[in-house]
């Protein structure tokens, strides 16, 4: 088995501050993603990357960053944190098949003052 | 694009009783696999079980079971005997089967067992 972890669980910053969320694997998976959850609703897509070096924009890329500088780790930076964007970023990883699950982590929950 | 839809928001059911939980999705792709999420009120994502556009037959684990009408582009989660315990978010997912693609989620269901 393996596990993903996220730091920090809780991140309160400041608007219009840039913001930095982690994400680490030990699955040695080649596929990692990051996801944003609104209270209440789905899932959206921000970033994912399909191995090292790679990125690739989700539906809701705009106004994040991403980072994979190795197989294991994927960051996120909110690049001016807004009111608006309060949520939960959830981290998962996958193996390269389509066919294959992802494995979540616990989140970050992001709180903008 | 894909597309899912869970137009249920919110079920409450007795326990020891089943329950449906509707998802239509829609795809271009000609083959594709469709998931079940269980979202705890930890907030833990957990995979349940899946389905490969495929086959014909509808996947089982546990006491969770698929009704995969392809016809329809739907794929509901059917559970069995329900606990206490089953009480979550679910959210149906769905991926194109050409390589590592993003996983499209629809808005999830929250379902209520109640003693």
């Known amino acids: 088995g393996g596990i993903i972890t996220q730091t920090p669980k809780f991140l309160i910053g400041q608007e219009g501050q840039k913001l930095t969320l982690k994400c680490q694997q030990n699955?040695?998976?080649?596929?990692m993603y990051w996801y944003r959850q609104d209270s209440g609703k789905g899932l959206r897509l921000i970033y994912y990357s399909i191995t090292e070096n790679d990125l690739q924009k989700g539906d809701l890329s705009e106004g994040y960053d991403a980072s994979r500088e190795k197989k294991s780790s994927f960051s996120l930076t909110v690049t001016s944190a807004q009111k608006n964007e309060m949520a939960v970023f959830l981290c998962?990883?996958?193996?390269?098949?389509?066919?294959?699950?992802?494995?979540f982590g616990s989140g970050t929950r992001l709180t903008v003052l | 694009a894909q597309k899912v839809t869970q137009t249920q928001t919110s079920i409450s059911v007795m326990e020891k009783t089943t329950v449906t939980m509707d998802c239509v999705y829609e795809?271009?792709?000609?083959?594709?696999?469709l998931f079940w999420y269980k979202q705890t009120a930890s907030g833990e994502i957990v995979f349940l079980i899946r389905?490969?556009?495929?086959?014909?037959e509808n996947a089982t684990v546990g006491h969770y079971s698929l009704n995969f009408q392809k016809p329809k582009s739907s794929i509901g989660l059917i559970i069995t005997a329900t606990q206490i315990e089953d009480s979550a978010v679910y959210f149906c997912a769905m991926r194109g089967a050409g390589g590592a693609d993003r996983l499209t989620f629809g808005k999830g269901t929250q379902l209520i067992i109640q003693p």
């Open positions: 998962a990883s996958s193996p390269g098949s389509s066919a294959e699950t992802l494995y």
């Open positions: 795809t271009q792709d000609s083959s594709y696999f």
């Open positions: 389905q490969d556009s495929y086959k014909k």
């Open positions: 699955f040695n998976h080649d596929t």
